[in-house]
């Protein structure tokens, strides 16, 4: 039973270190960047800049006040396990991460800002039936990022910004576990919560009228989370042997560098490009620490992958109160083959968005936005996870996609 509760463990660890990766880090932090497939380093001419890019803030003028939603609705499937072809899906959930943003020009070559966000969040939710309910059947993680910024003006065509990050996060994992050599099962949960500090960075350089170029940087957070496991449904006679009681992770986000473009052909067309680099590469293990002293500490192996994504954008004002949007997306997924497993079904994906912008008054403007993340279909033949007794690897074949709805309404005090 010892081996057993330990092995317990190590796949709630390996849930728990999953939720950090791409599927789970949100880019979408306001409707007119997003429509523009999230291409906006180069441009970062509104509020959303503290998110983009922090050095565009110096160029709004007056006092701006935007608040926003983003309402993601994923979808996921697994075929398997292989060689059998039965389908199961993850429960409908609609996920609803937050933008707020305020910013103040002090002068010509001077500007603050605060912006709340969650770029860290979402979640899977599979029946507790199903074949891989030793694996998943519950995860969700929510952070709350606050960024105090403020931006500078270094020569006409050039500018900085710079902002310090407080984050909170929580999250919740749930799973089933065997009772072998015993008969039945039970439900593993773990929940817990920290915080992580963090800043944020950028450039943005405009050489000619037609052409502008940023660069920004998100540092890592480490978040330090401590929780508590618990275990529901076994019998009495095993309470001292199931997994409870305190843990303690420490988790740590990728920094970002992104490089981004903007062009202006005409008055009224903008077209935008950026590269984003995410460095998944420092994520090479995790431990946890045991509160109990009858547990061993664990330490284990993740090794992502650096990965990258590219966006494209273009805008194209109508009138002068009406703007049409469009972009296209690719986001290279960080996860071996052999680490997939269902609380982050990942592959590579693609995004198409389009959207609106307009202007209601003088001072009140509204953006609204779609993205429709298609991710590859993931063949899983050499799966390092176990979902029965045996050491049988959970190979198949995943199949995701997402629906996300953007809106965002602002405010000039000028």
């Known amino acids: ?86 389908e199961y899906s993850v429960k409908d959930n609609l996920f609803t991460p937050i933008n707020i943003y305020a910013t103040h020009q002090i002068n010509d070559d001077l500007a603050v800002g605060l912006s709340v966000n969650n770029p860290y969040g979402l979640g899977t939710e599979w029946p507790e039936d199903w074949v891989g309910n030793k694996l998943a059947v519950d995860t969700e993680i929510r952070t709350f990022f606050f960024t105090p910024t403020i931006s500078y003006r270094l020569t006409d065509n050039l500018s900085i910004g710079a902002g310090l990050v407080f984050a909170y996060g929580d999250v919740t994992i749930a799973r089933k576990t065997s009772l072998y050599p015993f008969e039945g099962e039970a439900m593993v949960s773990l929940e817990g919560d920290g915080t992580a500090w963090g800043f944020t960075g950028g450039l943005l350089y405009q050489p000619l009228k037609e052409l502008s170029l940023g660069v920004s940087f998100r540092s890592s957070a ?28 420490e988790l740590t986000t990728p920094m970002n560098v992104t490089f981004g473009v903007a062009v202006f052909p005409m008055n009224e067309l903008t077209l935008t490009a950026d590269f984003q680099y995410v460095g998944w590469s420092s994520y090479d293990k995790l431990a946890i620490d045991f509160t109990d002293p009858n547990l061993d500490d664990l330490s284990a192996k993740r090794d992502y992958n650096n990965s990258f994504i590219v966006r494209f954008g273009a805008e194209y004002w109508l009138s002068s109160d009406f703007a049409l949007r469009g972009g296209l997306l690719y986001d290279k997924n960080p996860v071996d083959d052999e680490r997939v497993e269902p609380t982050l079904p990942d592959a590579d994906r693609l995004g198409f968005n389009i959207g609106f912008g307009y202007n209601l008054t003088e001072a009140l403007s509204v953006d609204i936005a ?22 049988t690897p959970f190979n198949g074949v995943y199949n995701s996609s997402a629906h996300l709805f953007g809106i965002n309404f602002s405010y000039n005090f000028n």
């Open 222 to 249: 480490t978040f330090n989370f401590e929780g508590d496991a618990t275990t529901k449904g076994g019998p009495s006679q095993l309470e001292g042997s199931l997994p409870k009681g305190g843990i303690a992770a």
């Open 370 to 391: 779609y993205l429709f993340l298609r991710f590859a279909e993931r063949e899983i033949t050499n799966s390092l996870e176990n979902y029965a007794e045996g050491n």
């Open 1 to 86: 039973m010892a081996r057993k509760v330990r092995l317990t463990l190590v796949a709630l660890m390996f849930s728990l270190s999953s939720i950090f990766a791409s599927g789970f880090q949100i880019n979408e932090h306001g409707a007119r960047a997003m429509a523009m497939g999230g291409a906006f380093t180069g441009l970062a001419n509104d509020v959303s800049a503290l998110f983009y890019n922090p050095a565009g803030l110096v160029n709004l003028k007056g006092t701006h006040l935007v608040a926003g939603v983003t309402l993601i609705s994923p979808k996921a499937a697994f075929r398997g396990p292989a060689p059998e072809i039965t």
